[in-house]
């Protein structure tokens, strides 16, 4: 039986940034990029999105909501504020970029962030439904679910998970629209060959981000996680040129 994944907290410097995580995944999307940072002098947390990170992908559409994420955002930047730390960032990857976004919008303290691979402006997406049922599978393979049970389970889930997708997007759309509220530095990531997220969606945000200072990056032949694909190190490059700026 695997050990659920849980949240990671690395203290380091006094300069803090949090990064989110993508749906239906973990902090293990960020980990190498937080050592990274760690590395830098940065302290970093990751925390756990409500319903995600255990045995059972159900967890998922039972527990989470996007104002439950919201909520866990809210949660991670008040974490960072009771330890004391005055200069944080945050982003995010994927799902967590729409909640970095909002937390910019929403709290004019925080100093800036950004996203990877976010559809926060949603041009013709591709395929999430697919994506999320393999990941699903293989989440009960990984945790020994009896075969019967994960059948059902993954039966529940395919019948099941637009309705979430759904709730999203209508998020998302509050979230596009109060992008100008964002004033703050802000970095963009994106793949081109990302197979989530429609990388004109990038573009489109990089538009809609009329009052923030933009560093808007694209990575060739980059699938949707440049946080730990071949784009990772461009990225960790780009992102230390941008930190060094945002911070100084």
């Known amino acids: 039986m695997q050990t659920p994944v849980k949240s990671f907290y690395f203290e380091h410097g006094p300069k803090a940034i949090i990064l989110l995580h993508a749906f239906a995944s973990g902090p293990v999307d960020v980990r190498m990029l937080a050592r990274y940072l760690e590395r830098q002098d940065y302290t970093v947390y990751a925390p756990m999105f409500t319903g995600h990170g255990t045995a059972d992908f159900t967890d998922i559409l039972i ?78 393979v990984q945790y020994d679910t009896n075969e019967a049970i994960m059948n059902s389970k993954l039966k529940w889930l395919d019948e099941n998970i637009d309705i979430l997708l759904g709730k999203i997007a209508d998020f998302t759309i509050d979230v596009a629209k109060d992008l100008p509220n964002i004033h703050q530095p802000y970095f963009i990531g994106q793949g081109l060959s990302d197979e989530i997220v429609n990388p004109e969606s990038a573009k489109s945000l990089r538009d809609g981000l009329v009052n923030s200072q933009v560093s808007y990056h694209e990575y060739p032949n980059a699938g949707h996680m440049i946080t730990v694909n071949t784009a990772h190190k461009q990225l960790e490059a780009d992102l230390t040129e941008f930190l060094t700026q945002l911070y100084e």
Do not use: C
Request: avoid cysteine; charge should be positive; glycine fraction near 12%.
């Open 63 to 140: 527990q989470g909501t996007p104002e439950r994420w919201w909520n866990d955002a809210k949660r991670a930047v008040q974490f960072l504020k009771d330890k004391g730390y005055t200069q944080i960032s945050i982003f995010g990857i994927s799902l967590g970029g729409i909640f970095a976004a909002k937390a910019l919008e929403n709290d004019p303290s925080l100093l800036g962030g950004g996203s990877f691979g976010s559809p926060i402006v949603r041009k013709r997406q591709f395929s999430v439904h697919n994506t999320f049922m393999q990941m699903a599978k293989a989440n009960f």
